[in-house]
């Protein structure tokens, strides 16, 4: 796959972002990464424009016109900061601003992208033990609202432009990301279950969110929500086992529920607790995982 139109990323310096621009760089595209502290004009194939989403109509929306894809990756960690009212805000208006901002600059285009990739989270499911595939309804929990509001703007986009709504399960990849900070109790031999240890973990390995979103890009038929998580979510217990055998760690540490609500209060909901989500549409798709188990990710993983 090449194209000698650029796809352009919004809030691509992250965790996520540097790994997908330059997956899809080596793939042969120009891209360009839109943020609001660009590390420079260009570092390799990757171009940087600097951009504010409260100024939807900035310079930085020319880099729109004629490019080959949008994806939109914005948002503030919602695993970094106490979840405060003000924090809460922020995770809310860091999406809404840019989408909304992403969405007006679309519309405005002479010649728009053909395909907008707005990443959103498979928190929109809320808590709980059934299976959510992409026609599964929302929860009504915070994860459950701030991904309804993140997708929301997409109503408006132009017709012309298709719309993939990417819902993110917990992305593991090495050397960031949540990966880093799950493995840390194991790996000083104190690892183990989180709360009751019954909560499902809907996961994708780092490589996998990459090769779909090049995946969606490419299919014309992609059209809408996809679940972009591994086709065998796990339960906490047995996540804590498989990474126990990865490292050769001992898994008998056992931390209740009340500790980690009072460590983290309201947040501590993003280990205690989670949604069985599947990826009913990207496999009917054809779309073929290269870590579909978590044995097969943590294997890989957890090498050198």
Known sequence: MSSSSPIVIAGGTGFLGRRLAASLAGAGYEIVVLS???PGERVGPVRFQLWDPQVPQGDWSTSLEGSAALINLCGESIGEGRWTDARKRLLIDSRTTATTALVSAVNACAS???VFV???GTGFYGIGERECDEHTGPGNDFLAGLAQRWEAPLEDLRPDVRPVVARLGVVLGKNGGALKQMLLPFRLFVGGPLASGRQWLSWIHLHDVSSAIAFLIASPEARGVFNLTAPAPVRNV???NAVGKALGRPTWMFTPRFVL????GEQATLVCDGQRAVPERLTRLGYSFTYPTIATALAELTTN
């Open 261 to 264: 609500k009072t460590l983290l």
């Open 118 to 120: 707005q990443i959103s």
């Open 36 to 38: 609001r502290r660009p």
């Open 238 to 240: 047995d996540f804590a």
């Open 112 to 114: 728009p992208p053909p």
